[in-house]
C-alpha cells in the first residue's frame, strides 16, 4: 500500500504525522519505505536521523542548439509552451531553468539543429533507519523542477509492504506529482479557518485524482468544530486527532519522534492505521 500525507497548507503535522506513522509500522513488522517528497524543504531526516548510504543526481534534459544548422527560423520559441526557447533576430537564446525537458522543440526542429544534454536538478539520497528505508529528494537551490526530483524519489523506492509519501504542501504540480500514484491519502489539517479553506482544496484535488483519502486533524483541541463539521457533511472519515500539547510541541522542537518519547500516543497512531486499512478495503471492494 502506497499512502501519501499530504495537506492543502504547510505547518499542519504532514511530517510528523508521516514518520510517526512509519516507525509505528515498523515496529508492527511491516517493511516500510518512507519518502519525503517535500523536496524544497525535505525535514523528515530531523526526526528519523537516517544513516544516509546513497546519493544521486536527479537529470531533466535541456536543448542545445547547433550552431551551424541552425537558420533562425523561430520554430522551437513557438512551439515551447515554457518561454524557455526564444529566437530573437534569428538568434536562438535558452534559459534551462524554464525548461520542461518535453523534448519538443527538438521534435519540431526542421533542420535538426537542437540536441538534448542533461541538467542536473537535485539528488535522491537513501538510507536506514529505526528499520524504516528511508529516501528523500534535494531540489537544487534556485531550481523550479521539483516534479522531477520527487519522481526520482519515487523511482528509487523498492517493494514494500507499505510505502509513505511525504508530499510538499499544497494543491499545485509538485503535490500531485508526489500523490498521484497513492493508494490512499491522507490530508493533514487544522481545525482554524485557514485550515478548513486549504483542506477543502485538498479534498477537491484527491476527488479529482479519484483517490480514497482521510483526514487527520492536528492540534485537534484549538480554533473550532468547522473542520469537523466540513467532513461529517461530505462523509469524510477522520481517522486521527492529534491534541495540542505541550509535551509534543517540545518533543518537536528537539527533533525528536512522539512515538519514542511519549510513548502513550503510540495507540493513536495504531488506531489510525487500522481505520486508513478499513477504509482502503472497504474502498477496494467498490
Ligand atoms: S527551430 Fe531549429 S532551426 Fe529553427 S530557430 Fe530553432 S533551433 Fe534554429
Ligand atoms: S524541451 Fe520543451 S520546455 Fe524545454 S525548451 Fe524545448 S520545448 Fe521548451
Avoid at 31 to 53: A, G, S, T
Wanted: proline share 6%; with cysteine.
Amino acid at each position: 500500500m502506497n499512502i501519501a500525507i499530504a495537506s492543502g497548507k504547510g505547518g499542519t503535522g504532514k511530517t510528523t504525522i508521516a514518520t510517526n506513522l512509519a516507525l509505528i509500522l515498523a515496529d508492527m513488522g511491516n517493511m516500510v519505505q518512507l519518502l519525503d517528497c517535500d523536496v524544497e524543504e525535505p525535514n523528515c531526516h530531523i526526526f528519523m536521523k537516517p544513516e544516509i548510504e546513497s546519493s544521486n543526481p536527479v537529470t531533466v534534459s535541456k536543448p542545445e542548439i547547433i550552431k551551424e544548422k541552425c537558420t533562425g527560423c523561430g520554430i522551437c520559441g513557438e512551439v515551447c509552451e515554457y518561454s524557455a526557447i526564444v529566437v530573437v533576430k534569428g538568434s536562438v537564446l535558452t534559459f534551462p531553468e524554464l525548461c520542461h525537458g518535453c523534448g519538443a522543440c527538438k521534435l519540431f526542429c526542421p533542420e535538426e539543429a537542437i540536441i538534448e544534454v542533461p541538467r542536473e536538478v537535485g539528488i535522491v539520497e537513501t538510507g536506514t533507519s529505526n528499520g524504516v528505508a528511508f529516501i528523500q529528494g534535494l531540489l537544487n537551490i534556485g531550481e523550479l523542477m521539483s516534479p522531477a526530483v520527487i519522481g526520482g524519489v519515487k523511482k528509487t523506492a523498492n517493494a514494500a509492504d507499505v510505502i509513505i509519501y511525504d508530499s510538499p504542501p499544497g494543491t499545485s504540480c509538485p503535490v500531485i506529482e508526489a500523490v498521484k500514484d497513492a493508494d490512499f491519502v491522507l490530508l493533514a489539517t487544522e481545525p482554524t479557518p485557514f485550515g478548513l479553506n486549504d483542506l477543502e482544496l485538498a479534498v477537491g484535488m484527491v476527488r479529482a485524482l479519484k483517490i480514497p483519502f482521510a483526514v487527520a486533524i492536528n492540534r485537534c483541541d484549538i480554533g473550532n468544530d468547522d473542520v469537523k463539521n466540513y467532513c461529517d457533511r461530505e462523509n469524510i472519515s477522520v481517522v486521527l486527532e492529534i491534541p495540542d500539547d505541550r509535551k509534543i510541541a517540545e518533543a518537536y522542537s528537539r527533533g525528536e519522534m512522539i512515538v519514542h518519547v511519549l510513548p502513550e500516543y503510540r495507540t493513536l497512531f495504531e488506531s489510525c492505521w487500522m481505520r486508513i486499512t478499513n477504509l482502503y478495503e472497504n474502498e477496494s471492494k467498490k
